[in-house]
């Protein structure tokens, strides 16, 4: 059974124009309407991707008002749909105020079929584009999900989901280096589930946490009265997470002497548990962390040279929040939906200002503090939607040394004004549009200018 045509929508008043529209598409399956009313109820009933529209409807032939009202309502029902608005009355001012207000394309009549048939088969292509993405997108809880947990709309956090991914079938040990709560757990999290090890145990320990005297226990285990206070034989870290992934965060933090001990592990696979000299083989992988300048402690003989090369066969570099325009915002809703289910069910989204503020701040505790800050401004918020003064962000963040170049800073700038507005309008284009004060194709050929995508 060959795929149903796709449906074209022709709002027109004029009978033999409607005729004569009616058959000039054969590859469409085209609907009629001539006024408003039938006009949206064939919307609603029938969702068609394109519509022409004739500006000149009843009640207002000689004019455009009713014709740019149907415009408002289809982009209010349908903001998706490609409208194709056609007038003969003040053609560039229609033009202009057409695209302006949601419309794909703007043609002058009289209409000459062959040319509009045109224009509707790529307003129907990039319909159809649009839509496979949105699919593509839910087919995860939210579209700028990556490794499964990760939210992000910014190329330089996807870029190190693709590292991440192309890396975890293999054995190499990975460095993850970031500042605090940029996400390197989740990332670590990501990689081992993404790998051939997912069926068996994520083990992570924070180096920092964990006094110098015990860390050692920790990771290597101990025999029963190894010391005191051995009441048992336990397993280390390192021997739990068997066939499976072990993530030591912070691990600047191990002291030199346990660092002897780590590096023979990486080389030989096998452990041996305090108190005892019996050599047990482990396959564990080992994923690190720290937010320290390791070859500086390396200089000052803090961390070994070769420990670091072991555990540093592909280092992947994260970047903070600051650096990646648009996902504070993206995050921010994340968390705000979360918190208000679970503590606060009568908060709905934020304010204006309190995005403004999301937006200027330049988060320096990065994922932690926004994670807080909203967790915060959900359990005060009086009312249906978080505010800046909720969030305590009154104040803007520090400005950035400003640029020397004039054509790099106004690249720079539209990169990140643009990533913040289709941060906040979710990726739709016809709102980022809106809130950018830009038509639809001016905001599609700056995407494609600084290679961009919604």
């Known amino acids: 059974m060959s795929d149903p045509k796709p449906k074209l929508l022709i709002i027109e008043d004029d009978p033999g124009l409607q005729a004569q529209l009616k058959w000039a598409y054969p590859d469409f399956s085209v609907i009629i309407a001539g006024d408003r009313a039938s006009a949206l109820a064939a919307l609603r009933s029938e969702e068609p991707g394109v519509v022409t529209l004739d500006l000149g409807l009843p009640p207002d032939p000689d004019g455009t008002s009713e014709g740019f009202a149907v415009l408002d309502a289809i982009m209010a029902l349908k903001p998706d749909t490609k409208v194709i608005v056609a007038s003969g009355h003040g053609a560039r001012e229609s033009a202009l105020q ?60 996807v870029k190190v989901a693709r590292t991440i991914e192309r890396v975890a079938n293999t054995n190499v040990s990975v460095m993850l280096l970031g500042a605090s709560g940029t996400g390197k757990e989740l990332l670590a999290r990501g990689l081992h589930e993404a790998s051939d090890r997912a069926g068996g145990a994520f083990v992570a320990i924070n180096c920092a946490a964990i006094p110098e005297n015990l860390l050692e226990s920790e990771l290597f285990g101990h025999e029963k009265g190894a010391f005191t206070g051995a009441v048992k034989t336990t397993e280390g870290k390192i021997e739990l997470a068997h066939r499976g992934t072990l993530f030591l965060d912070e691990v600047g933090d191990i002291p030199l002497p346990l660092q002897v001990k780590l590096l023979r592990f990486l080389q030989e696979r096998v452990i041996e548990r305090i108190g005892s000299r019996k050599s047990i083989a482990v396959d564990t992988r080992i994923v690190c962390a720290t937010h320290q300048d390791l070859e500086a402690m390396i200089a000052a003989g803090s961390f070994r040279e070769d420990l670091f090369y072991r555990l540093a066969e592909i280092v992947v570099k994260i970047p903070s929040l600051a650096e990646r325009p648009g996902d504070a915002a993206l995050l921010a809703k994340a968390f705000l939906a979360r918190f208000a289910r679970e503590m606060n069910p009568s908060v709905k989204g934020f304010a204006a200002d309190a995005l403004a503020a999301i937006d200027a701040w330049h988060w320096p505790g990065n994922v932690r503090e926004l994670e807080n800050r909203v967790k915060r401004a959900v359990i005060m918020a009086d009312g249906k939607l978080v505010s800046a003064a909720d969030l305590d962000l009154s104040e803007p963040g520090e400005a950035e040394d400003e640029a020397l170049n004039l054509k790099s800073a106004r690249e720079a700038t539209d990169r990140r004004v643009i990533r913040h507005a289709l941060a906040r309008c979710e990726g739709n284009i016809s709102n980022t549009a809106k809130l950018l004060g830009i038509s639809r194709p001016t905001l599609y050929d700056l995407l494609k200018q600084y290679d961009l995508h919604a």
């Open 98 to 157: 057409a695209i302006a207000r949601g419309a794909y394309d703007f043609y002058q009549k009289p209409v000459d079929i062959e040319t509009l048939g045109l224009i509707v088969q790529r307003a129907w292509r990039l319909h159809q584009i649009e839509a496979e993405n949105r699919r593509l997108a839910s087919k995860s809880d939210d579209g700028n999900k990556v490794l499964g947990r990760m939210i992000t709309g910014a190329p330089e956090m």
